[in-house]
């Protein structure tokens, strides 16, 4: 048995601790066969078992998968650590610490929707303007730049 986070896809979703006892209860979670992806987390190999036609399918976009893996992910996720004992990747699956799993569903989850937030209200001021001709195209253009160059900028302050 080994000790997982469930991530589910959408809105509002909460991470929760799953058991995984073998690769018929990750294909049930994720919905059907799949692929894994992964990230080191400060002593953490987090692996993502991931939907391997997930955006094929076009399935709802996993907020939260996608922060954490950086990159697109779509469909539910379960999260293992990759880390055996001695701190190596072997491949196989190990229990992720409870620490990690707490940390994905509080803070994390916190962080991810602020940005989810945060970039929705920015797209609808956006759209907004441009509905209102309250600014030119090559405006609302040159924002954008802008804006992805800040989030872009590692050094930037608030």
Do not use: W
């Amino acid at each position: 048995m080994t000790r997982a986070a469930y991530l589910p896809s959408g809105i509002g979703v909460s991470v929760r601790p799953v058991e995984i006892n073998n690769i018929s209860d990750i294909q049930e979670l994720v919905g059907g066969h799949f692929d894994a992806v992964r990230k080191d987390c400060d002593g953490v190999m987090a692996v993502g078992y991931v939907h391997d036609e997930g955006l094929l399918l076009d399935m709802e976009p996993n907020y939260l998968a996608s922060a954490l893996f950086m990159r697109e992910i779509r469909g539910n996720v379960v999260v293992v650590n990759g880390y055996n004992e001695s701190g190596d990747y072997d491949g196989e699956s190990y229990d992720l610490p409870m620490e990690f799993i707490l940390f994905l569903a509080t803070s994390f989850t916190e962080k991810v929707a602020n940005a989810y937030n945060m970039a929705t209200v920015t797209a609808m001021a956006l759209e907004y303007c441009d509905a209102n001709n309250l600014a030119t195209a090559e405006e609302l253009e040159q924002l954008l730049k802008e804006i992805n160059a800040y989030v872009a900028n590692p050094n930037r302050t608030k």
